[in-house]
RNA sequence: GGCAGGAUAGCUCAGUUGGUAGAGCAGGGGACUGAAAAUCCCCGUGUCGCCAGUUCGAUUCUGGCUCCGGCCA
């Protein structure tokens, strides 16, 4: 049933069951599944970002799971290259790619590309050995009021963003904010479902994933991730939770309280992801929860028969 | 029973030399182009435990009461 440029995203706050529904939806379409999500591409933290289990894996087609070791440095940059290429080869297959995550910028750039900024790697280590430390940002406000004062005015408090904009600076002489386009189409034909919860009822389902997490083997798998060096690492590290458990291994807290500040963490992480859905896509569609598989897929079905691109594969 | 404490925002607490109050956390909203499960911005009226007294005016001083955690018995 797929066109060529077709892609179907399911997106949505954590604990929203994404992955569940595209399971369903392999029950009943063509479809392999993409991972879209920054901590699932790590080996070695599978409990603590809720990774789809090895027989569903067995069952559906996924992809971009288990790429890197938690020591490497993914962006958004090598994600959208990645997920490119693999829907590219779905597509092949004739089968309908299934984008699964919610890692928003990730969903985002891969749906609508990212402008051809330039990167540096040395340039970028030489920028942060010279102001990325917290008492350096008065120092990289003073070049930036300088050497690209827009760039300033829009990231005056944002010491990250500050730092980011110097680097494109300095590898192309050019101001971030100018090289930057504005908005512009879609690179695929994309249905993309945003995966919509009662607010109390997505808030307990996480304190009800987060008890379960913690009571299947969690704690271990984080010993272990910590013991190879996952707070250590540039990225991975990331991960919620992790920095958590290794305080309640220390000593530093009870189980309970531990539970409850991944709860709570965890229910932040899913407001800003809401935040950023509710703002950055204006192609998504809302889908009230629990959804029904059926309906969905028979939504899915339509929306890429009914396009004028379909007949063209 | 005695001795000193504490009682202020959902929580932990600060403060007002008497003119009705503010931080952190939680919570809510927002931004977002190479760290994004990240980073950052904005949002704080609450019988200042209860009753009485002093005072123009008390959450702030005085007395009593209630409750809580201590210490001594």
């Given at each position: 049933m797929a066109a060529k440029h077709d892609l179907l995203v399911i997106a949505g706050?954590?604990?929203?069951g994404k992955s569940a529904l595209a399971l369903e939806l392999a029950g009943r379409l063509n479809l392999e599944i993409i991972s879209g999500d920054s901590m699932q591409?790590?080996?070695?933290l599978d409990i603590g970002t809720a990774k789809p289990t090895a027989t569903e894996r067995r069952l559906v087609p996924h992809h971009l799971i288990d790429l890197f070791a938690f020591s490497e440095r993914v962006d958004v940059f090598r994600f959208v290259k990645l997920a490119g290429d693999c829907i590219e080869s779905v597509a092949a297959r004739g089968n309908l790619p299934c984008v699964v995550g919610g890692t928003g910028l990730y969903l985002k750039s891969l749906i609508y590309g990212l402008d051809d900024l330039p990167a540096d790697s040395a340039v970028r280590a030489r920028i942060d050995a010279q102001?990325?430390?917290?008492?350096r940002f008065e120092e990289l406000k003073k070049v930036m009021a300088a050497r690209d004062p827009v760039s300033l005015t829009r990231w005056e408090k944002n010491q990250r963003r500050l730092l980011r904009a110097l680097e494109v600076l300095t590898v192309s002489g050019r101001s971030i904010s100018e090289l930057q386009s504005g908005p512009r189409p879609a690179r695929y034909r994309t249905l993309t479902l945003v995966l919509d919860w009662e607010r109390d009822e997505l808030k307990r389902r996480i304190a009800e994933r987060t008890g379960k997490m913690l009571g299947s083997g969690w704690l271990e798998e984080a010993r272990i991730a910590i013991a190879g060096g996952l707070l250590d690492s540039p990225t991975a590290r990331q991960a919620i939770g992790y920095d958590l458990i290794a305080e309640y291994l220390a000593g530093n807290m009870t189980r309970n309280a531990l539970a409850a500040r991944i709860a709570t963490v965890t229910w932040q992480l899913a407001r800003r992801q809401l935040t950023w859905f509710r703002h950055q896509h204006p192609e998504a569609e809302w889908v009230e929860c629990p959804a029904d598989p059926d309906a969905v897929a028979e939504r899915v079905e339509r929306f890429f028969r009914s396009s004028p691109v379909a007949g063209r594969n």
């Open positions: 706050p954590t604990a929203s591409l790590y080996r070695g102001y990325a430390a917290g008492d």
